[in-house]
């Protein structure tokens, strides 16, 4: 091949491989956009998770009777209080799945809590009970997406997380728990539980 041909050629293969370099950026999706697309469903999930644990908290608050319902009302306090740390905790700090897949980890965990409490004061009716195990499996959902090796990153875990929340909601709204619409209670964070830091790692 003559000097000529070679140079030729070159040109053109210099403008394929520009090509091809331009269409992979294109292709790799931006970080930072999907670590805030990311954060975005994290955070929206646990808001949801921390509303759902307030309003069952206000609920068992204002329909306390009896002296053993105080410790109810307590334990549902509590977990509401946690439920609003991780929430805090997640809007506090820079965009990163994993991290914010913990904290709404956290808020379902303790909103699964205080379920358990609207149950126990309801006295095991069957909306309770279906709150409760709706409670829980969102609780599960959200932990199954913020696992080790997944990074809060995975989108099937992510949108299951997302599918049990909103049954979780509906399922708390049959219950009497919450009212569609209604704005949640502001929960009081207070100093960051010693629990909330040892489920965050922190």
Known sequence: MSELD???QQPDQRGQRDQSDQREQREQPDASSTGASLRASHAARARSAASRAAAVSRY???RRAEPADEEVAWKAAHAA???AQAVAVLSESDP???ADSRCARNASASAAQAARMGRTHDGDSEAAVAACRAALTASQAAAAAA???ELGANPALNAAADEAEAA???AAVAAGWMRPGEDAPQVPTGMRSTELMH???L
């Open 60 to 62: 068992v608050e204002r």
């Open 168 to 170: 979780a909601v509906a």
């Open 199 to 201: 489920m965050l790692h």
């Open 96 to 98: 990163a799945p994993a």
């Open 81 to 83: 209080r946690v439920s």
């Open 147 to 149: 696992k080790a090796g």
């Open 6 to 8: 070679r140079d030729e």
